[in-house]
Nanobody, 125 residues
Framework: QVQLVESGGGLVQTGGSLRLSCAAS????????MGWFRQAPGKERDFVGV???????YYADSLKGRFTVSRDNAKNTVYLQMNGLKPEDTAVYYC???????????????????WGQGTQVTVSS
């Protein structure tokens, strides 16, 4: 059984930082993409950032420069470093992964086979 388990969410003040982790078990994703989406209350799930099997990274335009995705294939884990957090970053953050080495539709929800349960990030003003 494949599981993606996020951790590292919480409450932080505006301008603060958080580092989310997502550990995968049950399958290795070393040849696929791993990344992050987020969903704010009443809104759709939006793309945040993703890292490919060979280290290529893609980000939502609005988040470039503040958020960084990285991965440790030996640990089957992906990370999201979030700096300069703003109240509008408040959301549930979801880890996503798939086995494809392609970058086709890499920013789309429906590409990803596996999802975590989400971790809440709240940024206070």
């Amino acid at each position: 059984q494949v599981q993606l388990v996020e951790s590292g969410g919480g409450l932080v003040q505006t301008g603060g930082s958080l580092r989310l982790s997502c550990a995968a078990s049950g399958r290795t994703f070393s040849s696929g993409a791993m990344g992050w989406f987020r969903q704010a209350p009443g809104k759709e799930r939006d793309f945040v950032g993703v890292i490919t099997w060979n280290g290529g990274t893609y980000y939502a335009d609005s988040l470039k420069g503040r958020f960084t995705v990285s991965r440790d294939n030996a640990k089957n884990t992906v990370y999201l470093q979030m700096n300069g957090l703003k109240p509008e970053d408040t959301a549930v953050y979801y880890c996503a992964a798939d086995r494809s080495g392609s970058v086709w539709r890499i920013q789309s929800n429906d590409r990803y086979e596996y999802w975590g349960q989400g971790t809440q990030v709240t940024v206070s003003s």
